[in-house]
């Protein structure tokens, strides 16, 4: 390892610092406004976006940040969940769009946790899916004028809600048919709330997407996985109707993104083996044609869609190279037109390729892997993303070019439950957390031996949230292969974890292990990494949120204090936010602390 840069102008440290773009909608009655994610003040907030002069005023201004909000149809107001200090509970408030003082939208209802909210194109009717301790999943409906009513209840992990043009329906992704983590849809009329229909598939799962932008069209985009991986389709929850979408040469996930405005074309995304490839599809002629947009990540944190009456298409892009930025594409060749809004500067970085290894129960598994200039073999970060229900892309990673820039090589894998490789692929750990995943750690390692990019001896596991969890279940697991683990906002003790945590994930871990830790104990014991703390060898830096609700404190306490009964090397540093930090100046910080840690590892 490099002697560490930590120069204020280091150039890892000006990666951490280049301004990104989370996200940008624009307001869908009124395409002169919009509203932006951005971090470049520091933290990730919310800003009003006036389109045409290209200029942005900050609207939130929390001291952990703002990851999602809505802007309404006619640009007039801004809604977003006010938590405390990223705890992700409690109450969704409207702002003006020229700023001022949040206005709570429930003050009756407690804090409640909740993901997003959602609107009708019209304006006339949104609404919002929320979790509370005693009252399970419950579907929110605000009409204008009038009090929040609940539309629909449910003890089971419920997605949504998704709204037609006019907000005459109402769709939510309900897991309630299924002992797992698969949906069917359910449509309510929204004024009455009589359920109008459900769209299921035994042995499949079935998620929304946009209603159709036309006025009186109340056909629905969604996803089935019934072929092994999600294909796009058409129902009308009015009639009844279905129609798939002919695309059987096309391999992997294709996700359904965005309507034309007329309705008569369909922007797909195809995602897999974790790349990216954008389709349009002629619903009158029934065929695709492939977009020629740069290559590189496409939309991770949220959708592209038709934009500038049809004629362009707006996503995120970014890759190893470049932080985020929303760019124009022309919407029938894919090519890219203008920058919309642009990232920061960021020092070059070494660039990552995809690699395939066989895992030791003999699937394959892809991972990406990047290497310093400087011969090898080298000491290596091996990663695991979280989720699990997520995708390792080559996108723009200020962490791995960190460890690169001090000559260490960079391994990330995607894991079994990682999503585009195939439903099969990707529910093999039900019930059974931490098992294939580690073998496919284990063997990642094996493979970067055998490729002479790692030394035998300078392994080091690393993750956040679920690639937290990983980690220190595989130090505990597997304590022979690794030199140590560096674990964020992670899981080690999924009983304490069930206990504590917000409703809205207890859900989600009754889905993933089949049951409650009471209901299913054998395999909750055998999935937490405190059972296996007295195995553990390698020395372990924990970096968690003080008032994290996904991954709480409790149950990393509990750990931290039987390794060090044990006579276990473990560090905990405590940082005062939720489930990750969304500051630059923290993520240095907590940047620093790796650094620091492996070096003296390392001598």
């Known amino acids: 390892m490099k002697a560490l840069d ?12 280049a301004a990104s773009v989370a996200w940008a909608d624009i307001a869908a009655a009124n395409p002169r406004r919009g509203l932006v994610c951005t971090n470049k003040d520091g933290i990730y907030q919310l800003y009003a976006w006036d389109i045409p002069a290209g200029s942005l005023r900050q609207i939130t201004d929390q001291p952990a940040g703002v990851m999602t909000g809505v802007i309404t149809p006619d640009g007039q107001s801004i809604l977003y969940l006010l938590d405390e200090s990223g705890d992700e509970i409690g109450h969704f408030v409207r702002v003006p769009f020229a700023g001022g003082a949040p206005y709570d939208l429930t003050p009756n209802m407690p804090r409640y946790s909740s993901a997003f909210a959602a609107q009708s194109r019209s304006g006339r009717v949104s609404g919002f899916l929320c979790a509370g301790p005693d009252d399970g999943f419950m579907a929110c409906v605000l009409s204008q ?4 009513r609940i539309l629909a209840r449910s003890q089971r992990v419920c997605n949504g809600p998704v709204f037609s043009q006019d907000g005459e329906i109402t769709v939510i992704a309900s897991t309630e048919r299924f002992a797992s983590i698969d949906y069917s849809l359910l449509a309510f009329d929204t004024q009455s709330g009589e359920l109008l229909g459900e769209l299921w598939e035994a042995g499949a799962s079935i998620e929304a997407g946009p209603f159709s932008p036309r006025p009186g069209d109340l ?7 019934q072929t092994g991986f999600e294909r796009p389709l058409i129902w009308n929850p009015r009639t009844g109707t279905r129609h798939d979408l002919r695309l059987e040469h096309i391999p992997g996930s294709i996700f359904p993104w965005d309507w034309s405005p007329d309705a008569r074309k369909i922007l797909l995304c195809q995602l897999y083996q974790a790349r990216y490839q954008l389709y349009l599809y002629d619903l009158e002629t029934e065929s695709v044609t492939p977009l020629a947009h740069p290559p590189g990540d496409l939309g991770a ?34 090519a890219l037109k203008r920058v919309l809004l642009s990232a920061g500067q960021a020092p070059a970085g070494q660039p990552f390729r995809a690699f395939e290894f066989l895992s030791e129960n003999g699937d394959t598994v892809q991972g990406w892997v990047a290497t310093p200039l400087e011969p090898g073999p080298y000491p290596v970060i091996l990663h695991a993303h979280g989720g699990p229900n997520d995708v390792q892309t080559a996108y723009f990673w200020p962490a791995a070019q960190a460890w690169l820039d001090h000559g260490l090589a960079v391994c990330s894998i995607n894991y079994h439950g990682s999503i585009t490789f195939g439903r099969e692929f990707e529910t093999s750990i039900r019930g059974n957390l931490g098992d294939l995943e580690v073998q496919d750690l284990a063997a990642a390692r094996q493979w970067l031996i055998d490729q002479h990019i790692a030394r035998p001896d300078a392994v080091f596991l690393t993750g956040a949230s679920y690639g937290g969890y990983l980690t220190l279940q595989a130090v505990g697991r597997r304590p022979e292969l690794w030199a140590g683990g560096l674990a964020s906002v992670a899981i080690a003790d999924w009983v304490l974890m069930y206990a504590d945590q917000a409703e809205r994930l207890r859900g989600y871990q009754r889905a993933l292990f089949g049951g409650t830790p009471q209901e299913v104990p054998e395999a909750t014991r055998k999935s937490s990494p405190i059972t296996y703390a007295g195995q553990v060898r390698a020395p372990l830096l924990v970096i968690q949120g003080t008032h994290d609700t996904r991954c709480p404190a409790r149950q990393m306490q509990a750990y931290e204090a039987r390794l060090t009964e044990l006579g276990k090397s473990i560090h905990v540093h405590w940082f005062d936010a939720g489930h990750g930090s969304r500051a630059q100046e923290q993520q240095i910080e907590q940047q620093e602390l790796m650094l620091r840690f492996v070096s003296q590892l390392l001598g």
Do not use: C, K, M, N
């Open 145 to 148: 004028g009038q009090e929040p």
């Open 219 to 225: 056909r629905l985009l969604a996803t089935t996985t």
């Open 301 to 334: 944190s949220q959708p592209g869609y038709f934009a500038a009456g049809g004629q362009e298409i707006w996503v995120t892009w970014q890759d190893a190279s470049h932080p985020a930025q929303l760019v124009a594409l022309e919407a029938e060749s894919g």
């Open 6 to 17: 930590l120069s204020p102008t280091a150039p890892w440290r000006q990666r951490f610092r």
